[in-house]
Structure formats: structure tokens, C-alpha cells
């Protein structure tokens, strides 16, 4: 500002005058002006640097959490033309293996061609052991990400075999060698007795019972191979049984077997689904897949886990099915969503290995990417001209699609299909669950277990919790406020505020652990004591106040103005020592000598001993400094003027109190609820202490609750990183912060405008 | 009448008054009895309470002998104990009183603690003879003093076995502190050594630079280093067993006797014999072993003195990093910033960013200081530990920063308090006398604001000692292996992980296998914490106040 540097001095001093521009004194002014400015750059650049940081916290989580919300992408590569594809017969199937080096091709020829994905060269080709004379009809894998694989002959005979990859180090580079296998022998198995070619095929397995089923035409064959292993001397000995189920009158689509070989679907007909159960060998039911007359099922395939099947129609349609009990207790194979792809029929559907997605191609060469939970279509993406069959990789990231001729390698990058909007807002149908829900559940033991990541129970609990916890504090801290700053007297005062204020600073972890170690089973053992001692404490001051009011005068005009809270002190002890001295009896009387069972018997109602009640008390403990300090500010500024002339035109001071001060106080009381609602709502080690932490939905005030923060606290450290669990965790980080930010900001606004108020009257 | 009166009363508003007088005599009861409860049961965790000696005789068991500590008593009633399954008779009064007995002996009965009916024990004694034993493992033994015992042979019995044992324990302490520097400094030393040695050797490869005169350094230092474990293992075989020489036999209330080595003794007293004198000693001890001492038993006995430490590291390295920045930004804000509008607007957001809920801080330093910035540091200067992280896994350094990230509005809205507090008339006096702007501002305006910046660091300090949930994230554990400052290269370990006070509170509190005998623990170091944020925040606002007090003299 005041530059010295610049300033010039006039050489034609008088002589008696300091010369202020010796070159010492010259430099020593630069010195100094280079210092004012360096230390203005300084300030400058650290300053923002800080507010930076701090605004950085927003950038951050959202860049984190942004992911979750992109879709898919597709990257198609050059097409490849290897020589082998002129003379490999009709593609059947295609598939990858884990480490997207080696494809399988197996076509009608009955070979398993092996081939690099990068650059479509051979690399095995094995003949599968047909009989003689008879060619491949039809092609069935067990459940996504097993091995295996049936083909069904064109002389009523299947085979199953298995494709392997061993991965190996020679001269310290990673070669994978391909391999087929025969794990049920190379002998087929018949399937129809009258030697019809099976139309369609499918097998499951489980460790001790093979179940394969074929048809040809409307004819069903299924086959029972239970195989057990003489613990001594290592034979296998393998039971074959037929397994007789009543016949189809249609021709047969396709069929699933469910991995717990309960349930067998047959699709057939236009669109017709009938499901067997194999417990029982009995018809279940038979279920009309589509409404529209038009239409017909093209394609179907089983999501990882075999419960849901996915159909696919000549409309470009695809929908989710599974089987869910009915009200009446009765399994039922139910619609449970619906997509929409383009308009083309549904050439092949194709389950993800590890998540509950699933990719289609249409018979216009469009890929669609799906997710069946989160019901999110990700990507149609056109990649081929016309029908083509294809493989996706195990990681789900690499496709190969052969039409025409060629082969189109697909890079597929989708990270986080798992996560939408709705699934994380709204019911979400889950399998194995017979209605739509609720449900927070992001890790379990199984394998093929799906995060279930619901933000609506947290949400639910942080809102119950936040809701308790205002109930107690909210008119506990505002009149105290009010009576702190309007009819304390002021000696009082100055000793009331800082001991409030110190609870304020209190650490939350302290409180988290009373209310968990001390709280929460001192509540349960005197439960009438603490709803008595709520009913009677407003009494007991009412008494108390009114016993005062007549006392005689000379004793009454000792106790000078402001001092009723103090006077009061006694008899709240008195009464919570009564209250809880009464419990007991109470209990006895009233509830059978134990309340708690009382509640929970004859009530019905859940009560754990951690519940929203404890966290009420203890979290309304934390958040009553809050809003104490800010209300009782806002209520003792108003300025002085206006109660005066209330009091002048002969209110009495409550009157003064509730038409004249809260009223003009009122915005301030208002943000200060908000601040506490900002500070209830982000609490962490209050609720992950004092409540059990299970994520339910109950308004129940004797049930537990999760919160946002705590599910944080709780799930992060153990999240894997950059996966969606871990930015579905941010993103709750975000709502947090979002929310009270947004809170605190709207309380900040209206105290502003308020103290402009103040200041012009 | 009296009905009018009443009505009028009403009609006053008096109620309305009383009721909110009422409401702030709550929370200050609320307040004050919260804090009770914890010093209560925090302090009188130390005191070596009486021992009982009882015969208990459940309706239909037989009978069998009690010794132990009484923690609590209640009154319950019958009808709660009978469908709890005891054998309540179905006539009799209608509460029962029911104990929580501390007895102690997990080796033999399994658990430390019981529950029992206090109409159904006679016959209570508190004999002179009775001792507490204090061990390394499996919690306290209650009984009596059979004999003591060196390799095997019986060298005192009866009234002469206890000062023998005194005496013993005290040389069993005393070997116990030299077992533990030499395995926790020495070793540790040396296992330090033998990693800096691979860590070279594998830096050197990445570098290429693996040549065999390298090689045959290393081996060299590294056989030396060999060769002084080598040396401190046979000290160490040799301490152990010096250490494992005494053992003593004691019999439990059942007459059941066993067999304790009495290195695994820490303190054995006979707490029924004390004088209030010896006892107020013994108190004091106590209390400073709980201070000074590491924990034992998954954390449920000993000390905290590690918790300690690394709360006082991380918020001192806190306070060193917060300080600066925040009055930096306060500064900028206040003296450089042109007021306006913006400026409004960040004034603002600092001021709410103190009320974002601390688990989104901890979420952030996660993510951006351990995985982002640690992992970059990880890969460009610790190249030759990984794949194991030294700065991308959750450490003291990230826990600090985290904390400083969360307490900076703290100090940014104190110190401009502070600014905004010192009189334009000082600012202006000294540019008028040609004083540039820096010179203004580190001459006369930061030392009149420096109480403010005081203020807002121990303000800073106090939240951040107490905040738990980010650091759950950022980098404490429920016990580290040492302490982030020893004698060992770099000296401070800010990669490490560390124990802390409120965690401490948490883990042992609801993590820990043995709830019950935690929780007096737990009670001692809450009334710890409290002690140190209230002292903190006492002292800043008796700062405060004294700086209000200076500005008031110089504005008039």
C-alpha cells in the first residue's frame, strides 16, 4: 500500500536535514518493500491455500463418489479374421477365461477350439468324443462361473466336459494352457431313449448329484447322477436315476435347473414358463411370461446364483423372474422387473460371474449392459451387423462377439452397476426375499451373495435418532435459554453459562459410553422410574412453584429475583430421587415386577437394551449446549427497549416473554434448533455406542437404530478400496456433509438478518 | 378461594417462569451429575476394597465359600429373579437384594464376576488373612497364602510366607522392567537395524545398483547385528529364569490349592490388614501405575500410558501444523482480503465447516491423505518396502493432519476474533508512522492478537483430543506394538499407528472380551479425559477473558 520503494525524495534538502537517500538507506527501503510484498504473497498464497484444503473435502468426496453414477463404457477393437474360422463349423457358444488370454469356441461340429483373444490365433483344438454319426444339436452350461458344459447329440445322447486353464511359469513368463476335461467319463449319457435329437440341454452340479436334463421337441428328459466316493479305497461308484415328471404339451424352449436342485423351469411354447419342483416331482406352476399376444420368448439364461432367470422377447424386452412366497406361504415364479433394449428380438443373454448384471445382443447387433437389482440399463451400444454369438469374460471387462465371420473383441469398462439412484432411495425386490425392501446388508459370508446397499435405513435411523434426541433437548435447551438470558439474575448467570457451555466440550465418546455402559442398563432396570420421572418432574416444579407463591412474605422476599432455578435444584433431586426410588414399586404394581417383559409380552413391542430411547437421552445431552448457547444469545440480545416498553404498558414479564421477546427472537431460536438437528444428525460415537447398530426401519422407541455416521465408522475401515461399497460409503460421507452444511449455512443466514434486525432498532 | 389463587397464579405466568427455571436446573443437574458419576466411579476403581469371605447356599445346591469384592448392590424384585430361573421361595418379601460379586480366580471358576442373591449369604467375614493377588494373566486371585516356594522346594510357610513375598514380588518387578527394556529397546533396536539393512538391500535392487561389494556389506552389518541377539538372547534365557525361579501356593475359599509363579504376580496385598494410611499409599500407586504403566489383559488391567502418549503426540503435532495455517488463513481474511461479498461467503463456510460432522473429516482423510497422498508417497520414496504400505496405510501423521483439517475453522475464527478485536487506531498509528503493512502486522498487530491465537489453538487442541470417530479411520489401534518416538532411526515414527485415550474408551469399553472387569477402567480414563478438555477449555476461556479485559482499557 504505502510503496517505499516508490517514494522519491527531493535532493535539494536543506543541509541541516537527515538525507534520507543515502544508497544504504535506499536499499534498506527496498529490503523493506520486498518484505511487504513477499509477505503479502505469502498470506496470500497460504490463505487460500487453507480454504482450499478445507473446500477440497467437498471436490474430493464428490469425485470419489462420481463413479458410481457414470454408466458403462464400450471400446470396440479391431475386428479379427483368423484363418481357422472358414472351416470351424457353427458357433455354439464362446467363452473366456479369467485372465481375458484364451477363448473357447465349441461348435456343431463337436470341437473346442481354443484361441488367444488378442490375436485370434489357434492355439488347441480338441475333438470331443461324439459317437459316431451324430453331430451337436444343442449346448448348455451349468451356472455362471462353473466349468462345465452338455451337449445335447443329435442321437438323444449328452456329454459333459469341463474346460480348464493352468497357468504356469516357464523361463518366468506367464503361459496359460488350455485343457478339456471329462469328469463324468467320456462315455455319453442318454437322455432320450427314442434316440430324438435333444433340442435343448442343461445340467447342474453339486458335489454329490449331477442332474442333467434334455428335450426334444415337447419330450422332457431329466436324469439324476449321484456319484459317491469310497472314503477307503478312493472308487467311485455312480447311481443313475430317471427322474418322472409330467409331460409337456408344447415344444420346449429352454430349461434351468436351480443349484439347490429344487426347482427345475422349463420354458416352452410362445411364452410359457412351467416349474417343477424336483423334491417332489410335482408341477409347481405354469406362468404366462408375457402380456402382449404379439410377442415370444427368444432368450433366457440364469443370473449368478441360478435363482433368478432373465427372459428375453422377440420385442426387445428382457425380464427378471424368480421364485417368492406368496402371502399365502406358496412359491411362486413372479415378474420382478422389466427392461427394455431396443426393438429387435433377444438373440442371447449372458450372466455376469460375479455380480447381478447380465449382458444381450439383439438381432441387430446391439450389446446391452444391465444391472437386474439396481435395475440399471447401462449401455446399448450397436458392435456388430446382424445376429452373432458371444463370450463374456469372468470379470465381466472383455466380450468377443463372432458374426459374419469375424470375430469383434469388446473392452467393457463397468465398474459400479451394482449401485442407481433408486436402488439406493427406494425398495428394492432382493432374491430370496418375497417382497420389495428396505435393506442395508453390505457384506456376508457366501460367495454369490449380493451387497444389498440401501441408504434409506440409515437415513431412517440418523432421522430417528436426530428425532429422539430434539424431543428432549429441544424444549430443555430453549427454555433454559430463555431463562438464562431474560429472568436469571445475572450473578447467576455467569455461573450457570460456562458450566453448560463446558458441556459443549465434552467428548462424544464420553457420553457414547455412559449411554452404552451406564444408561442403557440402568434404563431397563427402572424403566417406570424414568417415564415417571418425565411426567413428574413439570409437575413437581409446578408444585414447588406454587408452594413458593404462598409462602409468607418475609420469607418469600429473601430469595431475590432470578434465583428459581437454583431453589429448584432440591427439588429435582427430590423428584428423580423419588421417581426412581418408586420404580420398583411401580414395576411390582403395575407391569408384574418387570416392565421390560411387560413391554415386550404384552405389548408385543421389541425392546433391545440399546435403543432409540438411551441414544435420546444421551445424544439430546450432547446437543442441549448447542442450542443453548446460540438461543440464549439470540434471546439476550433483543434489544432492551422493546421489553421495556412491554413492561412499561403493564405485561407481566411472561407476557413480555412470549408476545414480545421469543417472538422477535424467534429466528435465532430457530437456527439454533437447526444447528443442534446439523450436530444430532452427524453425531458418530453417541449412536454407535448406545445403540445396537442394527439398520431397521421402526419408529419403535425401544428398538435399535443405525445411523449414516456410524454405518461409516463402523464399514470403512474394512471396505475394499475404490470399489462401490467403499464410495457408497462416501457418498453417505457426502449427504452428511451436505446436509449440515446446508443446515448450518440456513441457520447462519437467518442469524445474520437477524442481527441486522437487532442493530436497527 | 383457594381454586382462584391458583387460577391468578396461572393467569401471572409464574408457571412459565418456573418451568424454564426448571429446565436450565436440569441440564445443569444433568451436567454436573454426569461428571460425578464418572469421577466416582472413576477414582474409587483404585481403592483396595475390603475382601468378603461368605458361605453362599442356594435353595437346593449345596453350599460353597465367597471371597471376593462387592461392586454393586441392588434391590430387585422377587418376581424378576424368579423368571431370571433362580429358586426364588414363592413366599417372602417382595425385593431381594442382588450383588455383583468381583471373585476373581478366572483360572478356576471361569468368569471374574457373579451374580448373587444377597438374602443367601451368611455368615460375612472380612479375615486379616485374605489376599488380593494382582497377575500378569487371568485377572486377580482371591484367597490365602499356603506357602512360598524357590525351584520347587518350600522355603517359608504360614505367618512367615508374606513378607517372603513381598520381598520376591519386588524382585520379580524389578527383573520384569529389565525383561521389558531388553526386549522392547534392545531387540527392538536390532530388529530395526536387520529392517533398514533389507529395506537398503531391496532399494539398491530396484536401483540396479546390487552389486556384490553392497551385498557383502550388508551381509556383514548384518551378521553383527546377528551377533548381538545372539548375546541378548542369552540374557534374556538367563533373566527368564531367574524370573520364572519363585512361585507360591495359594488356596481359594474351597480349599482348593494351586500354584503361582510369582513372576506373574505384579501386586500382592492383603487389603482386610491395611490401615486407612496404607491404604491412601496404596491408593496413590495406584493411580500412578494407571497413569505410567503399558495395559495388560487385551487392555481390561494395568495402565494407559501409551493412550496417553499418543494423544499428546497427535495433538501436538496437530497443534504445530494447525497454528500457523489457521492464523494464515484468519490473517488473510481479515488484513489482506478486500471485504466483500466473497469474503462474506468464506467467512461463512469456515464458520460452518466447524460444525460438519467430524466421521466426514475422517472419511476424507482416509481417502485423500492415507490412499491418495500416502500411496503417492508410498510409491515415490518407499518404493523398496512395498507392496507392505509405510505412509498409504492409516498413521500418526494422517491422523494429525485429519485433525488439523477438522480444527482448523477453530482457529481461523478465533484468531479473526482476535483481529478483528485490536482497534483500527493501533493499525493506523503505526502505518502513519511509515511502518509498511508486514511490519504492521508482525510487529503490533500479531502479538496484540496473540492471546486469540492461543485461545483458538488450545480450543483446537481440546477438539481435537476428544474427537474419536475420524481417527477410527486415520490411524489409532486398540494396542500398538511401541510408541511413535523411541530410540530407533527416524526417532519419530509418524507412519505408525497409535493408541488414544477416547478410542481407548471405546475399544475396551465395547470391543473388549471382558466388559465387567474393564469398565472401572474405562470409568478412570474417562474422568482423564474429561479432566484434560475441561482444563483446556478453562484455560481458554480464562484467556479470553483476560484479553477482553486488555482491549476494554485500550479501546477507551
Known amino acids: ?441 453390505s457384506t456376508a459370508a457366501n460367495t454369490d451373495f449380493e451387497p444389498k446397499m440401501s441408504l434409506a435405513p440409515l437415513t431412517f435411523g440418523t432421522l430417528k435418532a436426530a428425532f429422539y434426541a430434539m424431543l428432549l433437548a429441544a424444549p430443555l435447551a430453549v427454555a433454559a435459554a430463555i431463562y438464562t438470558a431474560y429472568f436469571m439474575a445475572p450473578s447467576l448467570r455467569r455461573k450457570v453459562k460456562p458450566v453448560i457451555e463446558l458441556m459443549e466440550a465434552m467428548p462424544t465418546v464420553i457420553l457414547g459410553f455412559f449411554a452404552g455402559l451406564f444408561l442403557a442398563p440402568y434404563v431397563e432396570g427402572h424403566l417406570p422410574g424414568i417415564f415417571s420421572l418425565l411426567m413428574l418432574l413439570p409437575i413437581g416444579i409446578l408444585v414447588a412453584g406454587f408452594i413458593f407463591s404462598r409462602l409468607p412474605e418475609s420469607l418469600r422476599l429473601r430469595v431475590p429475583d432470578g434465583w428459581e432455578s437454583a431453589i429448584l435444584i432440591p427439588v429435582i433431586l427430590f423428584v428423580g430421587w423419588l421417581s426412581l426410588y418408586m420404580s420398583p414399586y411401580l414395576e411390582t404394581w403395575f407391569f408384574g415386577g418387570d416392565m421390560r417383559m411387560w413391554i415386550s409380552h404384552d405389548l408385543g413391542i421389541t425392546y433391545d437394551q440399546r435403543n432409540a430411547l438411551v441414544v435420546g437421552l444421551a445424544m439430546g445431552f450432547a446437543v442441549i449446549p448447542n442450542i443453548y448457547s446460540i438461543a440464549e444469545d439470540a434471546v439476550f440480545s433483543v434489544p432492551r427497549g422493546l421489553t421495556l416498553g412491554s413492561l412499561a404498558l403493564g405485561a407481566t414479564p411472561w407476557q413480555t416473554m412470549t408476545r414480545v421477546v421469543i417472538l422477535t427472537a424467534s429466528p435465532g431460536i430457530f437456527s439454533a434448533l437447526m444447528i443442534g438437528m446439523g450436530r444430532a444428525v452427524g453425531e458418530t460415537m453417541i449412536v454407535l455406542m448406545a445403540t445396537g447398530n442394527t439398520p431397521v426401519m421402526e419408529m419403535n422407541l425401544f428398538e435399535g437404530l443405525r445411523t449414516l455416521a456410524a454405518n461409516v465408522a463402523v464399514e470403512m475401515p474394512e471396505s475394499e478400496v475404490g470399489g462401490s461399497h467403499y464410495r457408497v460409503l462416501f457418498l453417505s460421507a457426502l449427504v452428511l456433509l451436505l446436509f449440515t452444511f446446508i443446515m448450518n449455512t440456513l441457520a447462519e443466514l437467518i442469524r445474520q438478518r437477524l442481527r441486522k434486525k437487532y442493530s436497527s432498532l | 378461594m383457594k381454586q382462584n389463587s391458583l387460577n391468578g397464579w396461572f393467569k401471572s405466568g409464574a408457571p412459565g417462569v418456573w418451568i424454564s427455571g426448571g429446565a436450565v436446573s436440569i441440564a445443569v443437574i444433568m451436567t454436573i451429575g454426569l461428571l460425578a458419576v464418572i469421577a466416582v466411579r472413576g477414582l474409587g476403581h483404585f481403592w483396595p476394597a475390603d475382601l468378603i469371605q461368605a458361605n453362599y447356599n442356594v435353595p437346593g445346591q449345596a453350599n460353597h465359600i465367597v471371597i471376593g469384592e462387592v461392586v454393586q448392590k441392588e434391590e430387585v424384585p422377587r418376581e424378576r429373579l424368579k423368571s431370571a430361573g433362580l429358586p426364588v421361595p414363592d413366599q417372602g418379601p417382595e425385593f431381594m437384594t442382588r450383588e455383583l460379586i468381583k471373585v476373581g480366580n478366572r483360572d478356576l471358576n471361569g468368569n471374574d464376576f457373579t451374580w448373587i442373591v444377597g438374602e443367601w449369604l451368611k455368615d460375612q467375614t472380612t479375615p486379616a488373612n485374605l489376599m488380593t493377588i494382582e497377575r500378569r494373566e487371568w485377572g486377580n486371585f482371591y484367597g490365602t497364602l499356603v506357602n512360598v516356594k524357590q525351584d520347587g522346594k518350600v522355603i517359608a510357610e504360614g505367618e512367615a510366607a508374606w513378607p517372603e513375598l513381598q520381598a520376591r514380588v519386588d524382585r520379580v518387578n524389578k527383573l520384569a522392567a529389565q525383561l521389558k527394556t531388553l526386549e522392547k529397546s534392545d531387540i527392538g533396536a536390532i530388529n530395526a537395524g536387520l529392517e533398514r539393512i533389507r529395506l537398503h538391500g531391496r532399494k539398491l535392487e530396484l536401483e540396479g545398483k546390487l552389486d556384490a561389494a553392497a551385498q557383502a556389506d550388508m551381509d556383514a552389518d548384518r551378521a553383527e547385528l546377528n551377533a548381538r541377539y545372539q548375546d541378548i538372547e542369552a540374557r534374556l534365557a538367563d533373566l527368564h529364569a531367574q524370573f520364572n525361579r519363585d512361585a507360591l501356593t495359594a488356596r481359594d475359599g474351597n480349599g482348593k490349592e494351586i500354584e503361582i509363579g510369582i513372576g506373574k504376580v505384579v501386586h500382592a496385598y492383603q487389603p482386610n490388614a491395611m490401615g486407612t494410611i496404607t491404604k491412601i499409599g496404596f491408593y496413590f500407586s495406584k493411580v500412578w501405575e494407571f497413569l505410567s504403566d503399558d495395559p495388560r489383559e487385551a487392555n481390561t488391567e494395568g495402565g494407559i500410558f501409551p493412550a496417553i502418549f499418543g494423544t499428546v503426540m497427535m495433538t501436538l503435532i496437530m497443534a504445530m501444523i494447525v497454528t500457523p495455517f489457521g492464523v494464515l488463513a484468519a490473517v488473510y481474511l481479515r488484513e489482506y482480503a478486500k471485504q466483500n461479498t466473497l469474503t462474506r461467503v468464506i467467512r461463512i463456510a469456515v464458520n460452518n465447516l466447524a460444525g460438519v460432522p467430524a466421521i466426514v473429516y475422517g472419511v476424507f482423510g482416509l481417502g485423500f491423505f492415507v490412499y491418495v497422498l500416502g500411496g503417492s508417497v508410498d510409491r515415490l520414496f518407499f518404493a523398496e518396502a512395498l507392496p507392505a504400505p509405510t505412509f498409504g496405510t492409516p498413521g500418526l501423521l494422517w491422523a494429525s493432519l485429519t485433525l488439523a483439517l477438522l480444527a482448523v475453522p477453530v482457529v481461523i475464527v478465533a484468531t479473526e476474533e482476535g483481529l478483528a478485536r485490536i482497534p483500527r487506531t493501533v493499525r493506523e498509528g503505526s502505518l502513519a508512522l511509515g511502518a509498511t503493512k508486514a511490519e504492521t502486522l508482525w510487529k503490533i498487530v500479531l502479538p496484540m492478537a496473540s492471546p486469540a491465537m492461543m485461545t483458538g489453538m488450545i480450543l483446537a487442541v481440546a477438539r481435537a483430543a476428544g474427537e474419536v470417530a475420524p481417527l477410527m479411520l486415520v490411524g489409532v489401534v486398540k494396542l500398538a506394538p511401541s510408541l511413535p518416538l523411541d530410540g530407533n532411526y527416524p526417532y519419530l515414527h509418524l507412519d505408525q499407528k497409535i493408541m488414544h485415550l477416547g478410542f481407548h474408551i471405546y475399544d475396551v469399553g465395547f470391543q473388549s472380551p471382558n466388559v465387567e472387569a474393564a469398565r472401572p477402567l474405562v470409568y478412570a480414563t474417562a474422568l482423564l479425559l474429561v479432566l484434560v478438555i475441561a482444563t483446556l477449555n478453562l484455560s481458554a476461556v480464562w484467556i479470553r477473558n483476560h484479553l477482553r479485559e486488555k482491549y476494554k482499557a485500550l479501546d477507551s
Open chain 1, 1 to 441: 500500500m504505502n510503496d517505499l520503494a516508490n517514494s522519491t525524495m527531493t535532493t535539494t534538502s536543506p543541509p541541516k536535514r537527515i538525507d534520507f537517500n543515502t544508497p544504504e538507506l535506499q536499499r534498506k527501503r527496498r529490503i523493506r518493500a520486498l518484505k511487504d510484498r513477499l509477505t503479502r504473497w505469502y498470506v496470500l498464497v497460504g490463505g487460500l491455500a487453507v480454504l482450499g484444503a478445507i473446500t477440497l473435502i467437498f471436490f474430493f468426496l464428490a469425485y470419489v463418489v462420481a463413479p458410481l453414477f457414470q454408466g458403462a463404457s464400450l471400446t470396440k477393437e479391431d475386428a479379427l479374421a483368423p484363418a481357422w474360422i472358414q472351416d470351424a463349423g457353427k458357433p455354439l457358444m464362446i467363452s473366456l477365461e479369467e485372465q481375458n488370454q484364451v477363448a473357447m469356441r465349441v461348435s456343431d461340429k463337436g470341437q473346442a477350439l481354443f484361441f488367444n483373444v488378442e490375436t485370434g490365433a489357434e492355439l488347441k483344438r480338441v475333438d470331443l468324443p461324439l459317437p459316431a454319426g451324430t453331430s451337436v444339436a444343442s449346448i448348455g452350461e451349468d451356472q455362471p462361473g462353473s466349468p462345465l458344459v452338455i451337449l445335447g447329440l443329435s442321437n438323444g445322447q449328452s456329454m459333459v466336459f469341463r474346460h480348464t486353464y493352468k497357468v504356469s511359469y516357464p523361463d518366468g513368463k506367464k503361459t496359460i494352457t488350455p485343457a478339456v476335461e471329462y469328469p463324468y467319463g467320456e462315455t455319453p449319457i442318454v437322455l432320450d431313449d427314442a434316440g430324438r435329437p435333444l433340442e435343448h440341454v442343461a445340467l447342474n452340479a453339486t458335489d454329490s448329484t449331477l442332474v442333467v436334463a434334455g428335450s426334444a421337441g415337447s419330450h422332457l428328459n431329466v436324469l439324476s447322477l449321484s456319484r459317491e466316493e469310497n472314503m477307503m479305497t478312493g472308487e467311485v461308484t455312480s447311481e443313475q436315476k430317471r427322474i418322472e415328471l409330467p409331460q409337456m404339451t408344447e415344444p420346449v424352449k429352454a430349461i434351468f435347473i436351480d443349484p439347490r436342485q429344487q426347482w427345475l423351469y422349463v420354458i416352452n411354447g410362445r411364452a410359457l414358463a412351467d416349474v417343477f419342483s424336483l423334491r417332489d416331482n410335482s408341477l409347481n406352476g405354469r406362468y404366462k411370461l408375457l402380456e402382449d399376444g404379439n410377442a415370444e420368448v427368444t432368450a433366457s439364461t440364469q443370473l449368478v446364483g441360478g435363482i433368478s432367470l432373465i427372459v428375453g422377447n422377440s420385442k426387445g424386452g428382457l425380464a427378471q423372474w424368480f421364485m417368492a412366497r406368496d402371502p399365502d406361504g406358496e412359491q411362486r415364479f413372479k415378474q420382478i422387473r422389466t427392461f427394455q433394449m431396443g426393438t429387435t428380438p433377444i438373440v442371447e443373454i449372458s450372466a455376469e460371474e460375479r455380480r447381478k448384471g447380465f449382458t444381450a445382443l439383439d438381432a441387430a447387433g446391439n450389446f446391452g449392459v444391465f444391472h437386474s437389482t439396481a435395475h440399471r440399463t447401462l449401455l446399448v451400444d450397436p458392435v456388430v451387423d446382424g445376429q452373432g454369438v458371444y463370450g463374456m469374460s469372468p470379470r465381466a471387462n472383455r466380450v468377443i462377439v463372432e458374426a459374419g465371420g469375424k470375430l469383434q473383441p469388446l473392452m467393457l469398462d463397468n465398474p459400479h452397476p451394482e449401485v442407481s439412484w433408486s436402488a439406493l432411495w427406494s425398495k428394492v425386490w432382493y432374491e430370496n426375499y418375497d417382497e420389495p425392501k428396505y435393506v442395508w446388508q
